[in-house]
């Protein structure tokens, strides 16, 4: 079964810019989450998605949006992105919402400049 | 306020030699506490996913061990190999709705030959 895939796996944007994250779960996996990780900050919470529905949310300033289609597939946009915005982005999925296990995919490495 | 905390902030072993990474948590009520591992520029892996009521769960050379009364748990490798060095990550589950998550900054260790 492929695992979680995350695209790009890289990305240089400049401050200012919007951009979008891409995230396909394992097959037949409805829940997907997204998360910040940073050095300083280690990893946070974004939100989490279950059947097109965003359920859980962090504590993240409007800039950062999401939504899953209905093929479960999610996609994370940060708009008038900010040097603080540089981070790896990492995407889980799994079963069912608020689900024990998650599993995560590669991680986007964003670096704004 | 609902955090976890891990100790030591960093480890470094011989290669063979067993050792011990601890986290305190004030999550309340609580739901689940995971450890994950994750290597350098990758995706967080689950280790072990504890309830309130396990004491111990084992997945190979790695035992985490929950004491929910004291609000601790501690993850255990036995014979250290190389690939060990890495990342690993606290994370308890609670909150009202048992949908918060809460990391640890995590323990980097790094095994040495």
């Known amino acids: 079964k492929a695992g979680v895939t995350q695209t790009p796996r890289y990305l240089i944007k400049t401050r200012g810019q919007q951009v979008t994250l891409s995230c396909s779960p394992i097959s037949g996996h409805r829940s997907v989450s997204w998360y910040q990780q940073t050095p300083g900050q280690g990893l946070q919470f974004l939100f989490e998605y279950f059947s097109e529905t965003q359920r859980n949310k962090g504590n993240f300033p409007g800039r950062f949006s999401g939504r899953q289609f209905s093929n479960s597939r999610s996609e994370m946009n940060v708009s008038t992105l900010e040097l603080g915005d540089s981070a790896l982005y990492l995407c889980?999925?799994?079963?069912?919402?608020?689900?024990?296990?998650?599993?995560f995919g590669p991680g986007t490495r964003l670096t704004v400049t | 306020k609902n955090q976890v905390e891990q100790s030591p902030q960093s480890l470094i072993i011989l290669e063979g030699k067993n050792c011990t990474l601890q986290c305190n948590y004030t999550v309340s009520p609580f739901s689940n506490l995971r450890w994950y591992k994750q290597d350098t520029g990758r995706g967080p892996v689950s280790l072990t996913i504890m309830t309130f009521s396990e004491n111990t769960k084992s997945n190979g050379r790695y035992t985490a061990t929950l004491d929910a009364d004291t609000k601790q748990s501690s993850l255990h490798i036995t014979a250290s190999q190389l690939s060990d060095s890495a990342s690993y990550i606290c994370v308890v589950s609670g909150g009202e709705y048992g949908n918060k998550l809460v990391f640890g900054a995590g323990t980097i260790l790094r095994v040495k030959s």
């Open positions: 889980a999925s799994s079963l069912a919402a608020f689900s024990y296990e998650q599993y």
